[in-house]
């Protein structure tokens, strides 16, 4: 595990702490029980992270951190690629994705496909021949609208899924691509949550996106409530908000065309989302987006600031504010 002292999407030093975490190990999960896919997700992580990364401990402590630049909030320490490289083999070896699908299987797929290729389709021109390829796509579950309208549909996962009708697995990673393919739509759905290095993993897909090209980016809107119920350390490292995808994008030098957050399905039930439609042209740009602040749920930041403010400064704040009610009344009063 690496701690950082810069943010992960724009290098800067202003980093704000937010609150911390601790895990523990449960010494009682065997192999064998998470084998048999009995077990949590959150159980089925914890279990890999002390078993596989941090052998020799029982327990461990982690910050959440906001990057007042640009509004991210992010895990500190962070695994290394090797090791979440490690995690990801473990987690195919023990067959975890099918176990977990068979416990639990998607909902509502089409429905969210058909909502993508809708927001696509509106901002790009005909589709007849083009390609589309969904980056950790899975079963290409995403591409079923795109296909139906004459898209070539392409996968790269890290998994190898049993695949839709008219999907094509390409490898597990960029590196997997030729030089010099080219998509006309990429789609980066609920990955750069996950992602150790953000800027650098965009910029190294969208090498293969076309000129016109579009980049379609889906992530949970973290930095609602989610930042709240850290249960472990491997899945989500970044928990963003409009500001902060807006700004990771346009670090990779892409013009913002759509950006929205709505309640939206994924997987199993409907998640706050932010969406985010890019491309490589300069032209009409969207310029606006909703900041972390503004999305935050700030109720517990603020109980926990509230504890650590010195009893003077308190009573000085309320103070001010029956002050300025008082004011108001008075001025009404007259009026
Ligand atoms: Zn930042």
């Given at each position: 595990m690496i701690t950082v002292y810069k943010c992960p999407v724009c290098s800067s030093d202003q980093l704000q702490f937010i609150r911390s975490y601790e895990v523990i190990r449960d010494s009682r999960l065997t192999r064998e029980e998470i084998r048999e896919g009995r077990q949590s997700y959150e159980n089925e992580m914890l279990w890999i992270f002390f078993n596989e990364i941090l052998p020799q401990e029982s327990s461990a402590g982690f910050r959440l951190e906001l990057c007042c630049a640009c509004g991210l909030i992010f895990l500190n320490p962070r695994p290394s690629d090797e090791e979440l490289h490690h995690v990801y083999k473990t987690v195919e070896d023990l067959d975890l994705p099918k176990k977990r699908r068979d416990r639990q299987p998607f909902l509502k797929l089409d429905k969210r496909a058909r909502r993508i290729y809708s927001v696509v389709s509106c901002l790009s021109s005909s589709s007849a021949g083009k390609k589309v390829l969904d980056y950790?796509?899975?079963?290409?579950?995403?591409l079923v609208s795109f296909v139906k309208n004459d898209f070539q549909g392409y996968v790269l996962d890290f998994l190898k899924f049993e695949l839709c009708p008219g999907v094509e697995y390409l490898g597990a990673d960029v590196c997997d691509l030729a030089e010099g393919q080219i998509f006309d739509v990429i789609l980066l759905n609920h990955v750069l949550e996950h992602a150790l290095q953000p800027v650098r993993l965009i910029e190294s897909i969208v090498k293969h996106l076309s000129q016109d090209g579009l980049i379609y980016v889906e992530v949970p809107l973290g930095c609602l409530q989610e930042w709240q119920l850290v249960y472990e350390p491997l899945t989500h490292q970044n928990f963003f908000s409009e500001e902060s995808c807006y700004k990771c994008l346009r670090m990779c030098g892409l013009d913002i065309l759509y950006i929205i957050t709505c309640n939206q399905w994924v997987y199993w039930d409907k998640t706050p989302c932010v969406n985010i439609v890019a491309c490589k042209r300069e032209g009409n740009t969207v310029s606006h987006y909703k900041t972390t602040w503004e999305q935050m749920d700030r109720s517990r930041y603020f109980w926990m600031n509230f504890k650590k403010t010195p009893r003077k400064q308190i009573k000085k704040t309320v103070k001010s504010v029956l002050s300025r009610i008082n004011q108001t009344c008075k001025l009404f009063w007259r009026i």
């Open positions: 950790g796509g899975m079963h290409g579950q995403n």
